[in-house]
C-alpha cells in the first residue's frame, strides 16, 4: 500500500529550549492504517502531531503527505486532508451550539451555505449528535463534546485524523465510546489514524505502534513485535498488557504456559487444553 | 453577580423570544429615542400601556423586571429629586435657598421617575428574551456599514460570540482554583484588608495562566481546522427576518406617530 | 481523625429556581488508616461528597463530624484552617493552582499560611519533592516551565507539605502515563501504610482492587453501597445493573469461569489471578 505519510530527518527544537523536541525523526505510515504513537510525557508525541499539520514549521528534514512535500505555500491545501481531535473537550469549541461548531470548519472553506447544511448533518448523524444539534457544548459530557469535535473534523473528509490524547480526559465510558465510533468510521471512511495515546486498551487494537523517546522514535513495530518482550516496557511509557503479563506472571509461577505471544482468547483457549489435561 | 437582571438571559418560547434579534435592537433603540415625545398624561399612560403589553407577551413575570430596578434605584431617585427640586418655573410652595418645589416640579419628577422605569424594563426586556449570542449576531449585521472604513466587523463577532461561550468555563475555572487554595488554607474576606488583597494573587495567577492555556489550545485548534481569517469565509448561521418582525416595527412606528398627536405643545 | 456524616443532603442554589440536588441523604464512616475508594459515573455526586469532607462546601441538611469537628449547615465559616490543614485534597488536574514564581515557594505556600515559619516550610517543602520524585535542583525553578507531569508532582507535594492525616485525591494521576501513575499509586500507598487515611476518587478499577481497603459506590446523588473491593467485583449483578466495571483481572477470570474453570472468589488482582490459576494448573510437570 503506498505511504500517506513520510516523515524523513525531521527535527524541531523550541524557542529558548535546551534540547530538540523533536530529533531526526523519519517514519512512513502507509494509508488507512490505525497508528499508536506512544512514551512518557514531554517525549514530544504531541510535537510531532503539530509538525504533521504544519501547525509547527519543523527546522530540518522533509514532511510528505499523500507522496507531496508540505511546504508554506501549500499549507493550507494540505491541512484539508489532516484533521485533528485535541485532549481537552472544552478548550476546542468555537461555535455556540453544536450545529455552529460543526460547520465551523466548512465556513473556513468557503462552501457554500446548502451544502454545509447537508454536510454538518451527515457529520452529526455519523457520531449519532443529531438530537444534540441546537444544544450549546456546555450542557454536553465529555465524551458528548468530543464526538462533537470528532464531527467537526469528519465533516471536512479528511485522508488523515491526529488524535491528540483524545479520550484521555474522559472517563471510561466516554473513552470506550469514542474508541469504538472512530474504529467505525476508519472502516467506513477508509481513513488513516494516528493517536497519541496512554490507553493500553487503545493500543492493543493498533495496527502499528511507534515509540518515542526523548524526541527521538525508538521502536516501531505491531502488537506483536512491541509486547513479545515486556522488559523496559514501563521506562518507554507503556504497560505490558494485561493478558502479557498474566502469561509472563503464570510461567513464572511454575504454570506450562507457552512463551509465544498470544491475544486474549487464545490464552483462554491455551488455559482450558492445561485443564483438560488434569 | 446574581443580582444583576439586566443582561442576563430568560430562556422562553414567547412571540418576543421568537422576534429577530436585529429588529429587538432597533426597536429596543427606537423606544429610548420616542420615550422623550411623552410630556403628559395621556402620554405616559399609552407608554407605560405598551410596555406592561410587551412585557405580559414575554411570558416572563413583572416581579422579575421590578427587582431588576433595585440596583439601580439611588441612581433614579438622585436624579429624581434633582430634577425636583431644581425646575424652576410654576408656582412654588415651598423654597428654601435654591431649593424650591411646586405642583409642576413634583409632576416633573415623576414623569422621569416613569420614563427611567420604561427604558429600564424595555431595555431588560430585549436581553431577557435575546441570547448572547443573538445580541452579538444582531450586531454583527447592524455594524457591517462600519467594514467600509475597515473596522474588523467579522472577527469583532468572533470574538465576542467565543468570550461569551467562556465565561462559563471560566467561570468554573475560578470557583475550582479558589477551592483549591482555600483547601491550602488561605481564607478569603477575613483579616485585614491587606490579607484580603494578598489573597487575590493564588488566584488571579492561575486564572491568568488557564486562560492563556484556553487561548493557546483553543487558537490551535482554530488554525488546525483552517482559520485564516474571515476572508473567504461563508456564514452557517444566518437570521431570518419575519413578517412579525417587519411588524414589530409598524407598531413602534404607529406608537410614535399617538405619541405625537397627544403630547402637549 | 474519623469522618462520619449523618443524613447529609447538599443542594446546590438551594433558594433559586436553578437548584440542584449534589448529594442526598448520605451516611458514612470513615475511619483513620483506611484506604477508601469512591467510584460512579461522572455527575453521580463523588466531588461534591469529598468537598464536604474539608468544609469546602456545607451541607445544606445533615451533620459531619471530622474528627472533634461538627459541621452542620449553620456552622460560621471561620476558623476551618486547623480543619483544612487536617485534611488536604489534591484536585482533580491540580497543576491548575500553581502561582508562585518558584517551586519551592510554591510548596511552602500550605504549611505557611497553616502558621509554619519560612524555614520550616522551607525545610518540609525540600523532603516534599524528594518524596514526590522531583530533582532537588527544580526548587528554584518556575512551576511554569516544568513539563505537564511534573507541575502535577509540584501540585501534590504542596498538598502533602501541610502533613494532613486525611488526604483526598480526585483522580490524581488522570492524563499522566503509565510510570508517572504507578510510582503516584505506590506513593500514596506509602503514605497508607505510615497512617494517612487516603481517599481516592477514581474510574480505574484495577487501583481501586489493588490498593483499597474499602469502597464507596456513588449514583445519581446517592451512596448506593459501601463495601470492600472483593465483595464489590464479586457480584456482578450489582456490577452490570449498575453499569460498573471491573478489573482485567475479574474480567479474564469471568471469562474462565464460563469455560468451566471455578473460583471459589473471582480474583480482582493478577497476583490473585495467578496464584489460584497455579493452584488449580500448577500440578502438572511440577
Known sequence: MDPIIELDQVSYTYENAAHPALQQVSLTVAAHQWVAIVGLNGSGKSTLAQILDGLLPIDTGTIKIGGQPLTTDNLWQMRQQIGMIFQNPDHQFVGATVEDDVAFGLENQGMPRDQMQQRVHWALEQVKMTAFAHKAPQTLSGGQKQRVAIAGVIALQPRIIIMDESTSMLDPTGREDILRIMQDLQQQLQITILSITHSMAEIVQADQIVILQAGQIIKTGTVEQIFSNLRNLTELGLQPPFTQQLQADLRAAGVPVTAQYHNKSRLIRELCQLRLKM | MGKLIIGRYLPGDSLIHHLDPRGKFVGTFLFVLIVFLANNWETYLLLTAFVLLAVKLSGISLKFFIKGIRPMIYLILFTVLLQMFFTPGGDPFWQWGIFSLSKLSILNGLFIFIRFLLIIFISTLLTVTTTPLQMSDAMEYLLKPLRIVHFPVDEVALMLSIALQFIPLLSDETTKIMNAQRARGVDFGEGSLINQIKAVVPILIPLFVSSFNIAYDLSVAMESRGYHGSEGRSKYRQLQWQAADTWMLVVFGLLAVCLIGLRSY | ?286
Open chain 3, 1 to 286: 481523625m474519623p469522618i462520619t456524616f449523618e443524613n447529609v443532603t447538599h443542594i446546590y442554589q438551594s433558594s433559586g429556581p436553578l437548584a440542584a440536588t449534589g448529594i442526598k441523604n448520605v451516611n458514612l464512616t470513615i475511619n483513620d488508616g483506611d484506604f477508601v475508594a469512591i467510584i460512579g459515573q461522572t455527575g453521580s455526586g463523588k466531588s461534591t461528597l469529598v468537598q464536604h469532607m474539608n468544609a469546602l462546601l456545607k451541607p445544606t441538611a445533615g451533620v459531619i463530624h471530622i474528627g472533634e469537628r461538627a459541621i452542620t449547615p449553620d456552622s460560621k465559616n471561620k476558623h476551618l484552617k486547623k480543619l483544612r490543614q487536617k485534611v488536604g485534597m489534591v484536585f482533580q488536574f491540580p497543576e491548575a493552582q500553581l502561582f508562585e514564581d518558584t517551586v519551592l515557594k510554591d510548596i511552602c505556600f500550605g504549611p505557611q499560611n497553616f502558621g509554619a515559619s519560612v524555614t520550616q516550610a522551607q525545610a518540609t517543602a525540600r523532603e516534599m519533592l524528594d518524596l514526590v520524585k522531583l530533582p532537588a535542583d527544580i526548587a528554584e525553578q518556575s512551576p511554569f516551565d516544568l513539563s505537564g507531569g511534573q507541575m502535577r508532582r509540584v501540585a501534590i507535594a504542596g498538598v502533602l507539605a501541610a502533613r494532613p492525616q486525611v488526604l483526598i485525591l480526585d483522580e490524581p494521576t488522570a492524563g499522566l502515563d503509565p510510570q508517572a501513575h504507578t510510582e503516584l499509586m505506590e506513593l500514596f500507598a506509602n503514605l497508607n501504610r505510615q497512617g494517612t487515611t487516603i481517599i481516592l476518587i477514581s474510574h480505574q478499577m484495577e487501583d481501586v482492587a489493588q490498593y483499597c481497603n474499602r469502597v464507596l459506590i456513588m449514583e445519581n446523588a446517592q451512596l448506593i453501597r459501601s463495601t470492600t473491593p472483593q465483595m464489590l467485583f464479586n457480584d456482578q449483578d450489582f456490577i452490570i445493573q449498575h453499569n460498573l466495571q471491573v478489573p482485567e483481572a475479574t474480567a479474564f477470570a469471568q471469562e474462565l469461569v464460563q469455560q468451566g474453570f471455578q473460583f471459589e472468589s473471582l480474583p480482582i488482582t493478577e497476583p490473585q489471578l495467578v496464584q489460584q490459576l497455579r493452584r488449580q494448573l500448577g500440578g502438572i510437570n511440577g
